[in-house]
């Protein structure tokens, strides 16, 4: 290749990836703005906390990428062309993003010394003034805290949902960095690929270092004492991914988090008596959230009872989507183990061995921004020829996308231990076996549950393009049986029947499971973790 | 008979920052010695120096003569947060303390379950700490400090996480078994930031200076235990420390 086409090579996918970027800030700027709102309301009014919480709570762990066959269908059928595609995936890249800022926006109001709203009420403060002087300024912390983190969730969503969409030209993402990734164009050349992958990594970083870290040192102005030094940064990285899982280990149990947590502790003791609202809150989703997931249940079953029986024909189409949903849930569950096996040792040596954890977090945090997805063919392109390479492309695809979870809540988990512990390793010379089995292993129990949670989440997200990936018309990867591959086809063969089937129990599962064996399990460890 | 000397220790992150200047002291053979300071002096750095937990800038640290150059088992320590591994029993947190010994387990179990019967908490061997008070977490934690039959008992700030009465209640317990030869340690440094509380115990007293950290003052207090702390004499020596410390 010469340089001249080598150049407008790399113009095109710093383009592609712009049009990316720009879906990306769209929907960022509606999930903040949306968040601020809903969060805010949710926080002042106890009615509404009530029923937002707990949906707010079921929607952020699940799969939503699996209804992207479903929106993408909906909203093209109603706005034909690009601009309905273009929606859909800001559509969807709003859905991850959105429930952690949400969550944010709701816990900073909840904590607000009781003081402000007096000194409103004393000054006579107008709503909109209320809003603007004393919310706004609270939440804006929290918001950019988060929105780092929504914004790498929804890259793994973006590309994702660009290859998908390229699987299938009446759905055709036509400008992208996703879409590029899948063309002929870009996968039948390493160099090419490279320079794809390459813009992208560049684009990550400097969104990071020009966009959020200028924000961060904007909005912590407002609060000094919660400035970090420059060197924890990382290690504060990796506090919000891990928050992710540390919200979901509140809502498993919230009281033994919220005693747990050192943070939340030395919070607890400035706060008073605000933690017991706090405590409030949690204790309302976790009342009203099983209550409204029982509901959701009943309601879907019900939902699927009554369609079989009007179409007895349809019980052929879910015996098709249990039968994927085994072999998908086998995939993922066998990809979780291997997650397992990397990012164990990883987290021990993160936490217990390393002096230089920071380091490798910044690493860490930019390899955790590039979506697995992305990878696809590179992987495609080592595994040709190999026997069942369609299996392990999948599952290799999983692994990539669970592990980061696993790291990284174990690690925000770790810090609610003593700092201490490390030192009684030292001082009475636990080694070996003894320190794995004493020391290591139990530390990071709760970290794993949390961690797990999404990482499956992730892989299931993962799974409508790795089970079948398309490249221009023809299919490079794809698994024998899956719901991820179900899903794809049933899209392309317009069977809305079938996606929604799929779709239903998919959730059906994901909440039965959460309920039954990721709640119960964190229970029984968590009693001991006091 | 001296059991530790330090010498000369120093302490930085960088030239610009010296935490500790210079600092040298002894602990002798049946001393309890206690290290006060203004908070950033880097007391419990110092400690954790002479417990070989961190590598000094400067100057080194004997026990019983030997260089210290990583923790050893004739000196155990006992941490302001207890540091008990919560997912541990509390016999299974003491155990921990046997790691270095060489003792099956079942001796290990023996020990660790004499050493609890001792501190008063024989019945909780199979309960987890988070069942404990304050003041029975700290008891496990000098459990499991005294279970290897250590001879130098390093203590940082062991009392500065639980509220008075029962802070009170366990120094009692602590110097009578210290001074009754009930147990085999030798010789205790403390770090502590509480003035009354290093008068009581203490045989000897280094004082700190701020950072740059050096030995400001030491005190012998050789007052006839159990103290009064109403005492004209013990009030005395409080008012003198707090002097020391004020310059």
Do not use: C, E, P
């Given at each position: 290749m010469d340089f001249i086409s080598l150049l407008g090579l790399i113009i095109t996918l710093a383009i592609d990836t712009a049009f990316s970027w720009v879906r990306m800030f769209a929907?960022?700027?509606?999930?903040?703005?949306?968040?601020?709102?809903?969060?805010?309301?949710?926080?002042?009014?106890?009615?509404?906390e009530k029923i937002i919480l707990p949906i707010v709570d079921i929607l952020q762990t699940l799969p939503i990428l699996a209804f992207f066959p479903f929106v993408i269908f909906i909203i093209v059928a109603a706005i034909p062309g690009s601009i309905g595609i273009n929606l859909?995936?800001?559509?969807?890249?709003?859905?991850?993003?959105?429930?952690?800022?949400?969550?944010g926006v709701y816990e900073s109001i909840k904590v607000l010394p009781k003081e402000y709203g007096e000194i409103s009420k004393l000054y006579g403060l107008s709503r909109i003034e209320r809003f603007r002087k004393i919310y706004l300024p609270a939440v804006m912390p929290r918001v950019v805290e988060q929105s780092t983190l929504s914004w790498s969730i929804g890259l793994f969503y973006l590309v994702t949902s660009e290859?998908?969409?390229?699987g299938n030209?009446?759905?055709?993402?036509?400008?992208?960095?996703?879409?590029?990734i899948a063309s002929p164009l870009i996968t039948g050349s390493a160099l090419a690929y490279g320079l794809a992958l390459l813009v992208f990594i560049v684009f990550v970083i400097a969104t990071r270092l020009l966009f959020f870290k200028p924000l961060e040192e904007y909005v912590v102005r407002y609060n000094r004492h919660t400035q970090q030094k420059p060197e924890s940064r990382a290690i504060s990285y990796a506090k919000v991914m891990g928050s992710f899982g540390s919200r979901i280990a509140r809502r498993l149990n919230p009281q033994q988090l919220i005693r747990s947590s050192g943070s939340a502790k030395t919070a607890m003791k400035k706060r008073g008596a605000r933690s017991v609202r706090e405590e409030g809150g949690i204790a309302t989703i976790e009342k009203y959230g099983t209550a409204i997931k029982y509901a959701a249940v009943a309601l879907i079953i019900l939902g699927i009872a009554y369609v079989f029986i009007t179409n007895p024909a349809l019980m052929g189409y879910e015996a098709t989507v249990l039968r994927a949903l085994v072999y998908t849930f086998a995939r993922v569950w066998f990809a979780f183990a291997i997650a397992l096996l990397i990012g164990v040792p990883v987290s021990?040596?993160?936490?217990?061995?390393?002096?230089?954890?920071?380091?490798y977090l910044l690493l860490f945090q930019i390899l955790s921004s590039i979506p697995a997805t992305i990878l696809l063919p590179a992987i495609v392109a080592g595994l040709k020829g190999t026997p069942y390479h369609g299996e392990i492309t999948a599952v290799i695809i999983f692994v990539l996308g669970g592990v980061w979870y696993i790291i990284f809540s174990t690690m925000n988990m770790a810090k609610t231990l003593s700092p201490s512990i490390p030192e009684v390793k030292g001082i009475y010379g636990v080694k070996g076996a003894d320190a794995w089995k004493k020391i290591y292993i139990r530390a990071i129990i709760p970290g794993l549950i949390t961690g797990g949670i999404t990482a499956i989440a992730a892989e299931w997200n993962a799974s409508i393009v790795a089970e079948y990936f398309t490249v221009g018309n023809n299919v490079a990867?794809?698994?024998?049986?899956?719901?991820?591959?179900?899903?794809?086809?049933?899209?392309?063969?317009n069977n809305l029947t079938l996606m929604l089937l799929a779709v239903a129990n998919i959730t059906v599962m994901i909440i039965l499971l959460n309920t039954f064996v990721w709640k119960k399990l964190y229970r029984s460890v968590s009693k001991m973790y006091g | 008979m001296k059991m530790v000397q330090a010498k000369n220790i120093s302490y930085s992150f960088s030239p610009e920052s010296v935490i500790i200047g210079d600092v040298s002291f002894d602990a002798d053979k049946d001393e309890f010695v206690s290290l006060i300071g203004p908070s950033g002096c880097g007391k419990s750095t110092l400690l954790r120096i002479i417990a070989g937990l961190v590598k000094p800038t400067g100057g080194k640290t004997l026990y019983m003569g030997k260089k210290v150059d990583g923790p050893s088992s004739g000196m155990s320590f006992v941490f302001q947060d207890f540091a008990l591994l919560p997912w541990l029993t509390n016999l299974d947190n003491v155990k921990i303390g046997c790691s270095m010994m060489k003792l099956s387990e079942s001796e290990k179990e023996k020990k660790a379950e004499i050493m609890l019967d001792k501190m008063g908490l024989s019945g909780f061997e199979r309960s987890y700490p988070n069942v404990l008070s304050g003041g029975m977490k700290q008891r496990v934690g000098i459990a499991r400090a005294l279970v290897s039959d250590p001879k130098v008992l390093l203590m940082d700030e062991p009392f500065s996480s639980l509220d008075e009465l029962t802070a009170e209640t366990l120094r009692s317990d602590i110097i009578y078994h210290l001074k009754n030869k009930n147990l085999p340690v030798n010789s205790v440094i403390m770090v502590t930031h509480n003035v009354e509380e290093a008068v009581e115990l203490s045989d000897k007293l280094i004082i700190l200076s701020k950072k740059p950290s050096h030995v400001a003052a030491t005190k012998h207090i050789d007052l006839k235990r159990p103290r009064n702390k109403r005492s004209k004499e013990f009030l005395d020596i409080m008012d003198s420390v707090y002097a020391t410390l004020a310059k």
């Open positions: 929907a960022l700027a509606v999930s903040i703005v949306i968040s601020i709102f809903v969060g805010i309301y949710a926080a002042t009014h106890k009615y509404a859909a995936v800001v559509f969807l890249i709003i859905t991850s993003m959105i429930w952690n800022i949400i969550f290859i998908f969409s390229t030209s009446q759905y055709a993402v036509k400008t992208g960095i996703g879409a590029a021990v040596y993160l936490i217990f061995l390393t002096r230089h954890s920071s380091k990867a794809q698994v024998g049986i899956g719901v991820g591959k179900l899903l794809d086809l049933s899209l392309s063969a | -």
